[in-house]
């Protein structure tokens, strides 16, 4: 998508839509226009006089491509957002009530104003994202136990050959994982050390001798495959939280039980 571009087209539109009093572009855009990729989404905010004639309409959506389909959500306690998935790139369209610009709206990553025809978005501050915010020992411990919980039932679908559910435990590990990496990086760099880039940018920030063992973590839908894939992620899970916990002055895990109790129900259904 070109960015630029559409950006271009979403502000004219928006400039000639009085139902529209501004427009505000957040994301990886926003923050380093530079550095997105062509595939990048686009997050736009419109603050309108009227939500209903926006969010009860969809032809609107066609006037930036060729739209192939739309999830509308409805964000309870937030505003309703349409991400709208074009052939060629996506654009997320949240839709809020003009009225919020009456108080104060806060991000936590670089934001940049599209359209201000009112003059309202001195409602809008950027506040600094929180860092160096070390886990405390009940966040550390309850990632522990949670990702081991998901592996113990990710080890019980596979013995009964059940790999849909087994996937679906295997994806609660990994987002476990991801944070314990997030944490284990920030206990060697520095807890003051920003990790918001690592899930989307892991190659390029993480440490290389863990590349290989991450790797390792993923796999197919066949039993073998997932079989090393989460022995892989345990072994990679207890290198990380033996790390943090050190960092942190927690005693590590004792992940024994836990390998006893997986062995035994996979050795079962051999």
Not at 179 to 187: G, I, K, P
Not at 189 to 201: A, F, N, P, Q
């Amino acid at each position: 998508m070109n960015h630029r571009a559409v950006l271009a087209h979403v502000v004219d539109w928006a400039r000639s839509d009085h139902n529209i009093r501004a427009a505000v572009l957040t994301g990886s855009v926003a923050c380093d226009p530079e550095a997105a990729d062509a595939e990048a989404d686009l997050d736009v905010e419109l603050y309108v006089t009227t939500p209903s004639l926006l969010l009860q309409d969809d032809t609107w959506y066609h006037q930036f491509g060729e739209v192939l389909v739309v999830e509308a959500l409805e964000n309870p306690g937030w505003h309703p957002t349409r991400l709208v998935y074009y052939a060629d790139g996506k654009i997320d369209f949240m839709i809020a009530p003009a009225a919020v610009l009456r108080g104060n709206v806060e991000y936590d990553r670089l934001f940049r104003v599209l359209l201000d025809k009112d003059a309202a978005t001195s409602a809008l501050h950027h506040t600094a994202r929180a860092r160096g915010q070390r886990p405390t020992s009940a966040e550390f411990l309850q990632c522990v136990h949670w990702f081991y919980a998901a592996a113990i039932m990710w080890a019980k679908y596979l013995a009964r050959d059940d790999p849909w559910a087994a996937k679906q435990r295997d994806w609660d590990s990994k987002t476990l994982l991801l944070t314990m990496l997030e944490w284990d990086h920030q206990a060697r760099k520095g807890w003051d050390y920003d990790t918001w880039y690592l899930g989307t940018h892991l190659r390029e920030w993480v440490d290389a001798d863990l590349l290989g063992p991450i790797d390792a973590c993923w796999s197919g839908f066949s039993r073998q495959e997932s079989l090393q894939a989460l022995r892989a992620s345990l072994s990679l899970f207890n290198v990380l939280s033996t790390r943090t916990a050190t960092a942190l002055g927690i005693a590590p895990f004792d992940v024994t039980p836990v390998r006893r109790r997986i062995d035994h129900v996979l050795h079962a259904s051999a």
